[in-house]
């Protein structure tokens, strides 16, 4: 049977109030001091226009079953063209986003700004919680759980006989770390906010393929059939709206 425990209210007032508090200062800290470190850079031309002819190509796919069907053979000719189509990239010509990098100083150097805006705030406040809150049980879930929450719950609590709806000082660190995006996003926009997760995830990437991003949209827009959505559709609308008027 797993054991009922009684929080003090001191661990909420000094561990679980204050841990919380803390990650949102430094989270807020981190967003500016990194927002201070960029550099502001002019984007490349080439780059953009990848990227405009991807979504001019992801928005004809979307719609393509609203324009005329040769209109749309003509778009896709356009786009598809093996010869001087947008979307059609020559073996030879096709870029390597890790060479891009290491060619580029500024690059290398804003990946590494912001991988070291990351790291070592998580590094010292990982260390801060560890030593000072380390063993604590801070809070706990207001509704059931199976045992596979336990790892994740009470990470640095050895006692298989607690509840898993109870929570470790430790957890409640990763819980804030991962959890927080929401709030970051109502404090500094949808655009600023700080997603740990999303980081990490870029961390291990040096940019964006943009050979292999045209030619996934190019297969995608070859495989596209079209389906005429619209026919008849003024004597569709004026059916409709008889029965409405009637």
Not at 98 to 110: E, H, I, R, W
Not at 135 to 149: C, D, E, N, S
Request: glycine share 6%; proline share 4%.
């Amino acid at each position: 049977m797993a054991a009922d425990l009684v929080l003090d209210t001191a661990i909420r007032d000094w561990v679980l109030i204050p841990l919380s508090v803390v990650m949102v200062l430094i989270g807020v800290l981190r967003y500016f001091v990194s927002k201070l470190m960029r550099s502001s850079q002019t984007p490349d031309a080439k780059i953009v226009k990848e990227g405009q002819v991807m979504l001019r190509a992801r928005n004809l796919r979307a719609g393509a079953n609203f324009i005329p069907s040769k209109a749309f053979r003509a778009r896709k000719i356009y786009f598809c063209n093996e010869e001087n189509g947008l979307l059609f990239v020559p073996k030879g010509q096709a870029t390597n986003p890790q060479a891009q990098m290491f060619s580029d100083p500024n690059m290398a150097m804003d990946m590494m700004k912001k991988n070291l805006s990351m790291i070592i705030p998580q590094t010292l406040t990982f260390a801060w919680v560890n030593f000072f809150f380390s063993g604590f049980v801070a809070a706990k879930i207001p509704f059931p759980l199976t045992q596979r929450f336990r790892s994740m719950l009470q990470n640095g609590i050895d006692l298989s006989t607690v509840d898993v709806s109870y929570v470790s000082s430790r957890s409640w660190y990763f819980l804030n770390l991962f959890g927080l995006r929401g709030f970051f996003s109502l404090i500094l926009g949808e655009e600023n906010a700080v997603d740990d997760t999303q980081r990490m995830m870029q961390m291990g990437g040096f940019g964006f393929d943009a050979s292999k991003g045209l030619s996934a949209e190019k297969d995608n827009l070859d495989i596209t059939q079209h389906e005429w959505a619209l026919p008849n559709f003024e004597q569709r609308a004026e059916a409709v709206l008889r029965k409405i008027v009637s």
